[in-house]
């Protein structure tokens, strides 16, 4: 007997506690912690033997999947900023506390030859390389375009897009059929915010690039799709993602009335590396609390 759960209750609704925190930000400093599955998620060998590499895994979502897909029998290279070692250890442990091999894989995803090396280095430590997350992302929020400086709209391209694309070019080559990439969007990608005019436009980029390259590689065995969050409560919000005015509410005009932890979503991922969805390819999975996307 599984116990029913009432997904308005499940986890912290707001008003949250205010707090900001310097980008990149860190979990173990979020009041309240997220929920990335640590204590819930179980697995059932649906990834057994698998090599992941995900960006962002450090935190958030990315997180969440890098727990998942070990507690499902991958092994798991991830890659996060230096300033973020703290939460990469608290990651590395749980892997290897899943039995899984963990290679934390630090470094800025804004410099094209570090992608290159980064999946190499992945390739080495695994390997190979069969299951692709693409997830790493740069949101800074503001309320007039005349306040996005060049510096932020070139990074929040560089991480959101061209890291994307330099790490999937990098990885094809030596990706098998039967390999799978998963990209994170956002729900932004159809409903783009007001303040967030630069990372809404990366994240439809994202969900065409989704498309186009599922097109050209489901032929070749390799499925491609992407996943588009609505609010989820994770470092990238406190740390200049988010108006603090927007952050103490954050979520609650959502229809479950509160963000979703990283925990909710990790499912999607493992969902979608599975060989067992091998007909799920070119397609952008929502996971909104209730927001139907356009
Ligand atoms: P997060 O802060 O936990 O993760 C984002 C990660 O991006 C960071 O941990 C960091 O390691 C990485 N990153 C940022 N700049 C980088 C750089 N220059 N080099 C290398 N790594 C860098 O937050 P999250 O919300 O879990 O974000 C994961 C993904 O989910 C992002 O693509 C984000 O756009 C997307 N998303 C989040 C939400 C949300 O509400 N939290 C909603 C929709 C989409
Ligand atoms: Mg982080």
């Excluded at 091998?278 to 996971?287: E, L, N, P, V």
């Amino acid at each position: 007997m599984v116990a029913l759960r009432d997904p308005r209750e499940a986890h912290p609704k707001p008003p949250f506690p205010p707090q900001q925190q310097e980008r990149p930000g860190l979990a173990s400093r979020m009041q309240p912690r997220p929920d990335h599955g640590e204590q819930s998620y179980k697995g059932s060998g649906r990834l057994l033997g698998r090599k992941a590499l995900v960006t962002g895994g450090d935190s958030g979502i990315g997180r969440a999947a890098a727990i998942a897909f070990a507690r499902e029998g991958a092994d798991v290279a991830f890659n996060y900023l230096p300033a973020e070692e703290e939460d990469a250890r608290e990651v590395v442990q749980l892997i290897r506390a899943a039995g899984r091999k963990a290679f934390p894989l630090p470094g800025d995803l804004r410099s094209e030859d570090f992608c290159r090396r980064l999946v190499d280095d992945a390739r080495e430590a695994l390997g190979g390389l069969d299951l692709l997350v693409n997830n790493a992302g740069f949101q800074a929020a503001q309320s007039s375009l005349l306040d996005i400086s060049t510096e932020q709209f070139d990074s929040t391209f560089k991480v959101n897009v061209y890291a994307l694309f330099w790490i999937t070019k990098a990885a094809l080559p030596h990706l098998p059929a039967g390999a799978t990439i998963i990209n994170t969007a956002s729900i932004n990608a159809y409903d783009p915010a007001e303040d967030l005019v630069d990372y809404a436009a990366t994240k439809a980029a994202i969900a065409s690039l989704t498309k186009s390259l599922a097109k050209q590689l489901t032929p070749k065995g390799i499925r491609v799709n992407a996943v588009a969050p609505g609010p989820f409560w994770t470092p990238l919000q406190p740390s200049g993602g988010q108006k603090p005015e927007k952050l103490v509410k954050f979520g609650a005009d959502s229809p479950t009335g509160r963000p979703g932890q990283p925990a909710e979503i990790a499912p999607l991922y493992v969902l979608l590396a599975d060989s067992a969805a091998s007909f799920a390819s070119g397609d952008i999975y929502g996971s909104t609390g209730g927001r139907p996307q356009g």
